[in-house]
């Protein structure tokens, strides 16, 4: 196991930031920490690097607790922090040799690592240049280009896409994905579910403190009563109490009409449309449209706590 | 220094000259105005003695007075101009004139008197702007000297003294058996000489025979407080010695500042992530601190000997311990100031105030020994007032290098102390 963490809990005077959180991550997994802003992720992330004692609780790292500030086990871990930790002063090749110097690189060692995470994040081209220079979405992949440079076994990525335009999320998504393709194992902070659906082979859903969920993106749809979701069109809204009979519907879920639309949730698309298709036309309505739309986390998070994942 | 240390510090150097702002505050704007507070405060000083402007009121309006006046018109010392009392007392009290001296009315016979132990001492009047001491003093030493001298001459030579001594004698007379007959024996011959003066031809006046009577047993002599032979009183070595200083410190504000900035940056999140200890990140600002401002006293002095001519008259060895000893100093000062500051903002503000303070208070604008006595004592716990007296005993003073350990053992001090109330007072996990 490459991180365990056991029972974290840590209080700011009356507000009790993490209550109960546990989860571990395996070498090579990527596991994705979703959850609403203040639901204590960056709580959580912060005890996992050591920048804030838990009141209770462990984290181990390759098994063993990190017992000081010096521990060279905190090097198993390339931190992306929330914020854009750069020197905005100082140029993109001076960052990374600074923060590569931190975790003891040197010489050549450190010149390779520079090249290699610059060439990495599509930056190689602006080495020089002042990182005050650079776009949102650069100084993003700089921001993540910095952890990378010691190879770390884990990459904690803390919400790295604040604030970033679509197309530097998708190249941010791209340098990710390769990383895990090459055995870094992630954790991902973010309150994005479909960050967390593109990116995670699991997910750990944390609300108000807690852990309310733990489990594979498929292991999630099914037991929090995620559904495929069906929007038909009707040519005219018609009364009658067709809608109990189709709530009757062996898979249906959820059905509810709002003006001419009909909204379903059925449990199997393949299996259950044609029995609602069927219901339909035999109440004498008429399908002018029909659209299907995935299941996503957004629903098993409202399924779990009753609110939406971006509420604020 | 490990490769982490040097990385750390390099770092700082360079996002420190990276703030063109930062390095104009910190080098050109020092050097522009030592040069100006260098040039209004004497520049290099030179054999001509500043005369100090005094106000001088005769309410007495006799021979006396009016000699101890011409006297004091003419001394080389004083640029005298009679006045009236309340024109005088509020000139004085606007800050137009330093000191005013008033003789009061009976001043020629008390004070003729009380030459030959006899009756009240007449009182003579200083009004003096508070904020000049020192010219305070010098005047009424100078006045001291021009009243003995006129007394004296008068007491033996002229028709007042004469009169002085035959009422003095008749006191003695009256006082019978308890009368001092040595007093009376010394009055009598007084007065046998003084008839044979008056009955004798005068010579023509000469200076020789101006001076006569009792002479005062000492002369005032000004002298510059400098132990080279040759020295003189520098107040360009004065003045960027007290504006590095100044600027040194406020570029550790400026190193706290960018601490705290750092911190709200998020950059401290991902410095403490890192395998290093606590005291390897402050050690890396107090030492990067340290050496700016070292390089800015460095900078300073340079400018000061080739365009002023300032020189180290005293131990070269021991201003290097001073400016280097003080910039540590003031850096550990920029670590407390992070420490106890939430905001870089509020920081600054309240950093700012505590420099001026420090500065004012150390010497740096003005030299301590201007300050009254109450002040210098409490200037003894300001780390400023250490460092300009070294810097002050190496360069103009001319003292060795042995007048450089108690400053910089005292600032090393004063570094002990603010580091380590710092280091026990950062907040490290405040985001």
């Known amino acids: ?312 | 220094m490990s490769p982490v240390l040097l990385s750390l510090v390099r770092k700082d150097l360079r996002l420190f000259f990276s703030d063109r702002r930062s390095v104009i505050l910190s080098f050109v704007v020092p050097i522009a105005l030592a040069s100006f507070m260098g040039a209004i405060t004497g520049g290099k000083g030179s054999d001509k003695v500043n005369r100090v402007s005094v106000l001088t009121v005769d309410q007495d309006q006799t021979e006396l007075s009016a000699k101890v006046m011409k006297n004091l018109a003419g001394d080389p010392g004083l640029e005298a101009a009679v006045s009236e009392l309340a024109p005088a007392r509020s000139l004085v009290r606007n800050g137009k004139v330093p000191v005013a001296i008033v003789i009061p009315k009976g001043f020629a016979e008390s004070s003729a008197r009380a030459f030959f132990g006899s009756g009240e001492r007449p009182v003579v009047t200083l009004f003096t702007d508070p904020s000049h001491a020192t010219e305070a003093s010098m005047v009424r030493g100078i006045l001291t000297q021009h009243v003995m001298q006129a007394v004296s001459t008068a007491a033996f030579n002229g028709h007042q003294g004469a009169e002085t001594i035959d009422s003095l004698l008749a006191d003695v007379e009256d006082a019978g058996a308890v009368g001092d007959p040595a007093l009376r024996d010394m009055l009598s011959g007084i007065s046998r000489w003084q008839h044979q003066q008056a009955t004798q031809p005068k010579p023509a006046p000469n200076e020789e025979t101006e001076k006569g009577g009792l002479q005062i047993p000492f002369e005032t002599r000004v002298e510059a407080l400098a132990a080279e032979q040759g020295e003189s009183y520098d107040g360009y070595a004065h003045s960027f010695g007290g504006m590095g200083i100044q600027f040194v410190l406020f570029a550790s504000i400026d190193c706290a500042v960018a601490l705290l900035t750092e911190r709200q940056r998020g950059l401290w999140r991902r410095l403490r992530a890192a395998p290093l200890s606590r005291s390897m990140l402050l050690l890396s600002r107090a030492i990067s601190g340290a050496i700016i401002g070292a390089l800015i006293l460095l900078a300073l002095f340079g400018f000061g000997a080739v365009v002023f001519h300032i020189q180290v008259s005293g131990s070269l060895l021991g201003l290097l311990m001073v400016c280097t000893a003080f910039a540590l100093m003031a850096s550990t000062f920029g670590l407390l100031v992070a420490s106890l500051g939430k905001t870089p903002q509020a920081a600054r503000g309240l950093s700012v105030f505590a420099v001026l303070v420090m500065v004012m208070l150390g010497g740096a604008w003005f030299p301590a020994f201007l300050f009254p006595t109450s002040v210098q004592k409490l200037t003894l716990f300001a780390p400023t007032r250490w460092a300009m007296d070294g810097i002050d005993a190496m360069t103009w003073r001319g003292l060795g290098l042995e007048a450089a350990v108690l400053p910089t053992l005292a600032l090393l001090g004063f570094s002990v102390l603010l580091g380590t109330l710092a280091v026990s007072r950062f907040r490290w996990e405040a985001d």
């Open chain 1, 1 to 312: 196991m490459l991180l365990e963490v056991k029972n974290l809990k840590k209080q700011y005077g009356a507000v009790a930031a993490v209550k109960n959180v546990s989860f571990q991550v395996e070498r090579g997994e990527s596991v994705g920490l979703l959850g609403p802003n203040g639901a204590g992720k960056t709580t959580t992330v912060s005890m996992i690097v050591g920048l804030v004692t838990a009141d209770e609780g462990q984290v181990l790292l390759d098994g063993q607790p990190i017992t000081s500030d010096t521990d060279m086990r905190k090097a198993l871990i390339g931190f992306v922090p929330q914020d854009l930790a750069l020197y905005d002063e100082m140029s993109a090749q001076a960052n990374l040799e600074l923060f590569g110097a931190l975790y003891g690189l040197q010489g050549t060692a450190l010149k390779d690592a520079v090249q290699r995470v610059l060439t990495l994040v599509q930056l190689a081209d602006r080495r020089g240049h002042k990182v005050g220079t650079f776009s949102g979405g650069m100084k993003r992949r700089l921001n993540i280009a910095a952890a990378l440079l010691h190879n770390p076994k884990l990459l904690l990525l803390d919400e790295p896409t604040v604030g970033v335009d679509p197309q530097s999320r998708n190249a941010i998504f791209d340098n990710l994905e390769q990383l895990r393709a090459s055995g870094v194992a992630l954790l991902y902070t973010t309150h994005y579910m479909e960050e967390a659906e593109r990116l995670c082979d699991r997910i750990v859903i944390v609300d108000q403190g807690t852990v309310v969920a733990n489990d594979s993106l498929r292991g999630l749809y099914q037991r929090h009563g995620a559904s495929n979701r069906l929007a038909i069109e009707l040519a005219a809204a018609a009364p009658g109490d067709w809608l109990t009979a189709l709530r009757a519907v062996n898979g249906v879920m959820r059905a509810e009409l709002r003006g001419q639309t009909l909204n379903v949730e059925v449990r199997a698309l393949a299996d259950d449309v044609p029995e609602v298709l069927t219901c339909v036309k035999q109440h004498g309505l008429t399908v002018t449209h029909l659209a299907s739309e995935r299941p996503d986390l957004e629903h098993v998070f409202l399924s779990l706590t009753g609110r939406s994942l971006r509420d604020p």
